[in-house]
C-alpha cells in the first residue's frame, strides 16, 4: 500500500507559517524507516517448525467412527488419557484421519498436539447434555449471556503447556445453528459454549485449520501466555449471534498472523474481565500481535478491544488488516463501571472497503454482569495510535464517543485516507489526540497536528525521532 499523499487536509489555522502537512509528509519520507513501517518485526517469532512428537496414535484405534452419526467422545478422552503416558517423554500426537468425527465437549493434556488431516471434520454434537456445565470465569463472575455457570467448549483445556492442535486444513466445526437458535428463543439455562478454549496454559499453537459454526466465540485463550494462532480460517453465519473469531482474554503474548475469519460479531475482540470481577482478578492482555487478518463481519468489528476490558489492555500492535462488508473496522467499547484501561495500542496499514464506521469508540457500551458494578470505576484510554488507513465506500470516518469527566485522550490518527463519507464524517465528543494527513479533516479536539510538537504523547510515533541523525536532519527540515 502507498502511503497518502496530497494536500487534501488544506492548511490548518494553529500551524507556524509555512508549514504544511505536506512538509510532514515531506519529513517523514525521508526518513530510512518509511511512516507506514512498525518498528522491528512484529511477526509471530518464527520458533513455528511443526513441534515433534515421537509418539503418535490415531483415533482409529480408540474405536471411533467417523460416519458423522456415531458420538465419539469417549474415543476423543480415552486416546487422550492414554497419551498423557507419553507427556514426560516428549509428547504425543492424536491423529485425526479424513471422515466426519462427532463428539462431545473433550478435554486436552500438555504435550500434545492434535491433528487433522485434510478433510477431517471435528463435528460438535447437537445434545446440550455432551457440553458440560463448568464454573464461571472468576474474571467475569458468571456467565456471559447468563447467570451461573456455562457450557464448556467443545475442546477445552486448562492449566497446560504446550498443546497445539494443527492440521492439514481439516475443519473443526461447532454445528452451531441449534444453540443459536436455542439463544434466539430463550431457551438456555447456561451461557453458550465457546468451540476451542484454553484457560490458564502457555505454549499454545493453532494454526492451518479451518473452524466453521461457533455455538458462541470460536478461539477463546483466557488467562495464558505465549499463544499463537496462525493461518487458520473461521467462518459462521455474517447473521449468527455474538460468533467471535479469536478473543484473546487476559492473555499475553499472543500472536494472530494470516488469519482469514467472516463471522456474525467481531473478527477479533481483545478483552480482559467484566467490571467488579476483573477489576479484582485483575490480569490484563498486554503485548497482543495481529499481523494480517482479512475479513467481514455484519455486526461487529474486524478488530475490537472490550467492551470486557477491566483488568486492562495495553501493547496492542495490529497491521496490515483488510475488512469488506462490515459494519465497523476498528472499535474500542467500555462503559462506566469496567474500571481497568486500554492504553499503548497501534494499528497500522488497515484497508477498509464498504465498511460502514471506520474507527469506532463507544464509551457507553453498558451491559453488566449484576447490580454490583461501580459506576464511578471509570476505564483509562489513552495513547491510541491509528496510522495508514485507507477505505473506499466508508460512510462514516469517526464515531468517537468518550465519557463525560474521563476524556480518552491522545488519540492519534496519522495517514488516513476515506473515500465515500457522509457530510459530517466525525463525531466525536470527550476525546483529546492529535492527527496528520487525515482525509477527511478530523473533528476539532483532534485538530493539532501530531508533528513536530505531540509525537512522544502518541504511542508508536515517536521512534521516528529517536536518532539524533534523524532529529538533526528534522530540525533542518523545520527551519526551511
Ligand atoms: C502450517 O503448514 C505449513 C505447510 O505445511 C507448515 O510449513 C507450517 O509449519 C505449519 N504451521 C504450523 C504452525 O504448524
Ligand atoms: C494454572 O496452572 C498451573 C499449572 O500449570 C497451576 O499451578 C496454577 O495453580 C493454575 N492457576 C489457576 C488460577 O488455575
Ligand atoms: C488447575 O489449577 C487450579 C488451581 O491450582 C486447580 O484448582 C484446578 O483443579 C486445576 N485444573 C485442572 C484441570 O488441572
Ligand atoms: C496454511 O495452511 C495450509 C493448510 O491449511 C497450508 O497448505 C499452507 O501451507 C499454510 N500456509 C502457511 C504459510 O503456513
Ligand atoms: C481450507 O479449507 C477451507 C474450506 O474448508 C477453504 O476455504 C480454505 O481456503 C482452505 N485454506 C487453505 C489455506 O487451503
Ligand atoms: C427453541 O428452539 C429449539 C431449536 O430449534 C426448538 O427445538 C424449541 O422448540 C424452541 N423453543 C421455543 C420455546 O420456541
Ligand atoms: C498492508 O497490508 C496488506 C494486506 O492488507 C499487505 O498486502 C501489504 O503488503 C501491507 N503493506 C505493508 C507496507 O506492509
Ligand atoms: C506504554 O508505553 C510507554 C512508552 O512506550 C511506556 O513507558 C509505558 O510503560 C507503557 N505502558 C504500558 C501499560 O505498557
Ligand atoms: C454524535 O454522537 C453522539 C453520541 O456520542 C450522538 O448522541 C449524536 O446523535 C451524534 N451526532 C450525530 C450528528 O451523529
Known amino acids: 500500500m502507498s502511503p497518502v499523499r496530497g494536500r487534501y487536509s488544506g492548511s490548518k489555522p494553529n500551524k507556524p507559517e509555512g508549514y504544511r502537512l505536506v512538509d510532514v509528509f515531506l519529513v517523514l519520507a525521508l526518513f530510512s524507516e518509511a511512516p507506514w513501517?512498525?518498528?522491528?518485526?512484529?511477526?509471530c517469532s518464527q520458533s513455528n517448525l511443526e513441534v515433534f512428537r515421537p509418539h503418535s496414535v490415531s483415533i482409529t484405534e480408540?474405536?471411533?467412527?467417523?460416519?458423522?452419526?456415531?458420538?465419539?467422545?469417549?474415543?476423543?478422552?480415552?486416546?487422550?488419557?492414554?497419551?498423557?503416558?507419553?507427556a514426560d517423554k516428549g509428547g504425543a500426537k492424536l491423529f485425526v484421519p479424513a471422515g466426519q468425527w462427532l463428539t462431545g465437549s473433550f478435554d486436552l493434556i500438555s504435550h500434545l498436539t492434535l491433528w487433522l488431516d485434510k478433510d477431517a471434520v471435528i463435528l460438535g454434537s447437537t445434545n446440550s447434555d455432551t457440553w458440560p456445565v463448568i464454573d464461571p470465569l472468576p474474571s467475569y463472575g458468571r456467565g456471559r449471556e447468563l447467570p451461573g455457570g456455562r457450557h464448556r467448549s467443545l475442546i477445552f483445556g486448562r492449566n497446560l503447556t504446550d498443546v497445539v492442535i494443527t492440521g492439514d486444513n481439516g475443519t473443526i466445526d461447532g454445528q452451531g445453528s441449534i444453540w443459536w437458535e436455542w439463544f434466539r428463543n430463550g431457551t438456555l439455562d447456561y451461557t453458550r459454549p465457546h468451540l476451542v478454549e484454553l484457560m490458564n496454559s502457555t505454549g499454545v499453537i493453532i494454526s492451518n485449520l479451518t473452524?466453521?459454526?461457533?455455538?458462541?466465540?470460536?478461539?477463546?485463550?483466557?488467562?495464558?501466555?505465549?499463544?499463537?494462532?496462525?493461518?487458520?480460517?473461521?467462518?459462521?453465519?455474517?447473521?449468527s449471534p455474538n460468533t467471535d473469531g479469536i478473543d484473546p482474554d487476559s492473555s499475553d503474548?499472543?500472536?494472530?498472523?494470516?488469519?482469514?475469519?467472516?463471522?456474525?460479531?467481531?473478527?477479533?475482540?481483545?478483552?480482559?474481565?467484566?467490571?467488579?470481577?476483573?477489576?479484582?482478578?485483575?490480569?490484563?492482555?498486554?503485548?497482543?500481535?495481529?499481523?494480517?487478518?482479512?475479513?467481514?463481519?455484519?455486526?461487529?468489528?474486524?478488530?475490537?478491544?472490550?467492551?470486557?476490558?477491566?483488568?486492562?489492555?495495553?501493547?496492542?500492535?495490529?497491521?496490515?488488516?483488510?475488512?469488506?462488508?462490515?459494519?465497523?473496522?476498528?472499535?474500542?467499547?467500555?462503559?462506566?463501571?469496567?474500571?481497568?484501561?486500554?492504553?499503548?495500542?497501534?494499528?497500522?496499514?488497515?484497508?477498509?472497503?464498504?465498511?460502514?464506521?471506520a474507527i469506532i469508540f463507544t464509551g457507553h457500551f453498558g451491559e453488566h454482569p449484576d447490580d454490583?458494578?461501580?459506576?464511578?470505576?471509570?476505564?483509562?484510554?489513552?495513547?491510541?495510535?491509528?496510522?495508514?488507513?485507507?477505505?473506499?465506500?466508508?460512510?462514516?470516518?469517526?464515531?468517537?464517543e468518550g465519557i463525560e469527566g474521563d476524556t480518552f485522550r491522545y488519540i492519534c490518527l496519522s495517514n488516513i485516507k476515506l473515500n465515500g463519507v457522509?457530510?459530517?464524517?466525525?463525531?466525536?465528543?470527550?476525546?483529546?489526540?492529535?492527527?496528520?494527513?487525515?482525509?477527511?479533516?478530523?473533528?476539532?479536539?483532534l485538530k493539532e497536528s501530531i508533528f513536530p510538537m505531540h509525537h512522544l504523547d502518541c504511542y508508536d510515533l515517536s521512534n521516528h525521532f529517536r536518532s539524533s541523525r534523524n532529529q538533526k536532519r528534522l530540525a533542518r527540515l523545520l527551519s526551511w
Open 422 to 445: 457522509s457530510e459530517s464524517p466525525w463525531n466525536c465528543s470527550y476525546i483529546q489526540g492529535y492527527s496528520d494527513l487525515v482525509f477527511p479533516e478530523t473533528c476539532d479536539p
Open 372 to 400: 454490583s458494578y461501580d459506576p464511578s470505576a471509570l476505564p483509562i484510554i489513552e495513547r491510541i495510535t491509528i496510522k495508514n488507513v485507507i477505505g473506499e465506500n466508508v460512510k462514516m470516518a469517526g464515531q468517537l
Open 62 to 86: 480408540f474405536g471411533a467412527v467417523g460416519d458423522g452419526v456415531t458420538l465419539n467422545t469417549k474415543a476423543f478422552q480415552n486416546a487422550i488419557f492414554y497419551l498423557n503416558s507419553f
Open 37 to 43: 513501517a512498525v518498528a522491528g518485526s512484529s511477526q
Open 211 to 239: 473452524f466453521l459454526n461457533p455455538p458462541f466465540w470460536t478461539i477463546h485463550p483466557v488467562y495464558c501466555s505465549h499463544v499463537k494462532v496462525q493461518n487458520v480460517t473461521i467462518r459462521a453465519p455474517l447473521d
Open 253 to 357: 503474548d499472543v500472536c494472530i498472523e494470516d488469519c482469514y475469519i467472516s463471522t456474525g460479531d467481531d473478527l477479533v475482540s481483545i478483552k480482559s474481565g467484566w467490571d467488579e470481577y476483573g477489576i479484582s482478578y485483575g490480569r490484563p492482555s498486554t503485548k497482543i500481535t495481529i499481523h494480517g487478518l482479512i475479513g467481514e463481519t455484519k455486526l461487529g468489528a474486524g478488530i475490537a478491544i472490550g467492551s470486557e476490558m477491566s483488568g486492562g489492555v495495553s501493547e496492542v500492535h495490529a497491521e496490515n488488516l483488510y475488512f469488506f462488508n462490515s459494519v465497523r473496522g476498528i472499535r474500542i467499547k467500555t462503559s462506566p463501571g469496567r474500571g481497568g484501561y486500554v492504553r499503548n495500542i497501534s494499528i497500522s496499514n488497515v484497508t477498509l472497503n464498504h465498511v460502514d464506521v
